[in-house]
Antibody, heavy 123, light 108 residues
Framework: QVHLVESGGGVVQPGRSLRLSCGAS????????MHWVRQAPGQGLEWVAG????????YYRDSVKGRFTSSRDNDKNTLWLQMNSLRIEDTAVYYC????????????????WGQGTLVTVSS | DIQMTQSPSSLSASVGDRVAITCRAS??????LNWYQQKPGNAPKLLIY???SLQSGVPSRFRGSGSGTDFTLTISSLQPEDFATYFC??????????FGQGTKLEIK
């Protein structure tokens, strides 16, 4: 049974840093690309960052480039999101998400989501 | 970035109704379109991938269709547990995934 458990959220002042963690279990973590998706209070879903299965390729949305860094340790089955220079608009629930590739058509999708961790940026 | 636009933003319907939610991409995305359902306080759940493939365990009353720029999620006979918010997502440009703004399905 796939399990993704985020931690590390909390209240932080603008300009400060926070590091989110995602512990994975129930599957071979090292063979899956992983992502972070966030959802501001009462708003829609926003993809934040992605990392390839071995960690060599990383992608970010423009608004977090240069401030957020995604990393992983496949031996520890753990994904991280280092968030620096936080802004009020980064306030959201952050979800850790597993990406799957359809073997027949090559489509990719997010088949498992964690429960999310809330990050509140406020002075 | 590829923009995804859903309509309507909200929808009221009754149990047993057939409803359709549309999603339009700002450029052709072939069939690289996924649908998610989210209930209050919960993480999103995958319903449909590759525009029309039903995720394992999802009831057959959910149907996805479309290709190119225009897609539709149809629920054939609404059940009480279907009242939720639905999001589309393009997976054509996987270095920059984007979601639609969501469609909130409410009980009439």
């Amino acid at each position: 049974q796939v399990h993704l458990v985020e931690s590390g959220g909390g209240v932080v002042q603008p300009g400060r840093s926070l590091r989110l963690s995602c512990g994975a279990s129930g599957f071979t973590f090292s063979t899956y690309a992983m992502h972070w998706v966030r959802q501001a209070p009462g708003q829609g879903l926003e993809w934040v960052a992605g990392i390839s299965y071995e960690g060599s390729d990383k992608y970010y949305r423009d608004s977090v480039k240069g401030r957020f860094t995604s990393s992983r340790d496949n031996d520890k089955n753990t994904l991280w999101l280092q968030m620096n220079s936080l802004r009020i608009e980064d306030t959201a629930v952050y979800y850790c998400v597993r990406e799957v590739t359809d073997p027949d058509y090559g489509d990719r999708y997010f088949d498992h989501w964690g429960q999310g961790t809330l990050v509140t940026v406020s002075s | 970035d590829i923009q995804m636009t859903q309509s309507p933003s909200s929808l009221s319907a009754s149990v047993g109704d057939r409803v359709a939610i549309t999603c339009r991409a700002s450029q052709s995305i072939s069939s690289y379109l996924n649908w998610y359902q989210q209930k209050p306080g919960n993480a999103p759940k995958l319903l449909i991938y590759d525009a029309s493939s039903l995720q394992s365990g999802v009831p057959s009353r959910f149907r996805g269709s479309g290709s190119g720029t225009d897609f539709t999620l149809t629920i054939s006979s609404l059940q009480p547990e279907d009242f939720a918010t639905y999001f589309c997502q393009q997976s054509y440009k996987t270095s920059q995934y984007t979601f639609g703004q969501g469609t909130k399905l409410e009980i009439k």
